[in-house]
């Protein structure tokens, strides 16, 4: 069965920064692509950040260019996303995703309110 468990969300003043955490349990996550999605108050899902099982792609959305940074430690099944200088438009429920061969897995959400 595969599990994709986040922590690392909250509350946080602009400025401020944050780092998600998403632990992968039932796959190996090296062969895997994975990824950061998030979906602010009345919007739709965008994605954030995604990186290649080869590592070699790291796309990252405008909105959060030099801002935020998506890593994996496959040693420990874990994906991450340090966000700095965040802003109240950052303010959503972000999701990390693990994909290979159209199967995708998603986890079930953290909260992050950028607010003062």
């Known amino acids: 069965q595969v599990q994709l468990v986040q922590s690392g969300g909250g509350l946080v003043q602009p400025g401020g920064s944050l780092r998600l955490s998403c632990a992968v349990s039932g796959v190996i996550l090296d062969y895997w692509a994975i990824g950061w999605f998030r979906r602010a108050p009345g919007k739709g899902r965008e994605v954030v950040a995604c990186m290649s099982s080869s590592e070699g792609t790291i796309p990252y959305a405008d909105s959060v260019k030099g801002r935020f940074t998506i890593s994996r430690d496959n040693a420990k099944n874990t994906v991450y996303l340090q966000m700095n200088s965040l802003k109240p438009e950052d303010t959503a429920v972000y999701l990390c995703?693990?994909?290979?061969?159209?199967?995708?897995?998603w986890g079930k959400g953290t909260l992050v309110t950028v607010s003062s």
């Open positions: 995703n693990a994909a290979k061969w159209g199967m995708n897995y």
